[in-house]
Nanobody, 121 residues
Framework: QWQLVESGGGLVQPGGSLRLSCTAS????????IGWFRQAPGKEREGVSC????????DYADSVKGRFTISRDNAKNTVYLQMNSLKPDDTGVYYC??????????????WGKGTLVTVSS
């Protein structure tokens, strides 16, 4: 059974950090591009970052550049999203998704159920 599971969300104060994990079971993550997406209440799901398979090229949304870092650990079948200098606007449910190449939310093939990140004082 193919499954993506996100973890690491929680409540953090502005300026704080969190590391999200996306772990796959039933398939090998390094054969896929993995994207992180987020959805705030009342807003559309938006792309945050993506790491490609193969050369591992990386993209970030402008809103998180310099603050978020995506990485993969193939031995653990896991992709991480290190989030630093968090802002209230970063609040939302964070999802990871898999596809053969990076793309927009509507094009991703496999999704996790999400983990909630709340940035608030």
């Amino acid at each position: 059974q193919w499954q993506l599971v996100e973890s690491g969300g929680g409540l953090v104060q502005p300026g704080g950090s969190l590391r999200l994990s996306c772990t796959a079971s039933g398939f090998t993550l390094d054969y896929y591009a993995i994207g992180w997406f987020r959805q705030a209440p009342g807003k559309e799901r938006e792309g945050v970052s993506c790491i490609s398979r193969g050369d591992g090229s990386i993209d970030y949304a402008d809103s998180v550049k310099g603050r978020f870092t995506i990485s993969r650990d193939n031995a653990k079948n896991t992709v991480y999203l290190q989030m630093n200098s968090l802002k209230p606007d970063d609040t939302g449910v964070y999802y990871c998704a898999a596809r053969k190449s990076c793309g927009k939310a509507a094009s991703m093939d496999y999704w996790g159920k999400g983990t909630l990140v709340t940035v608030s004082s």
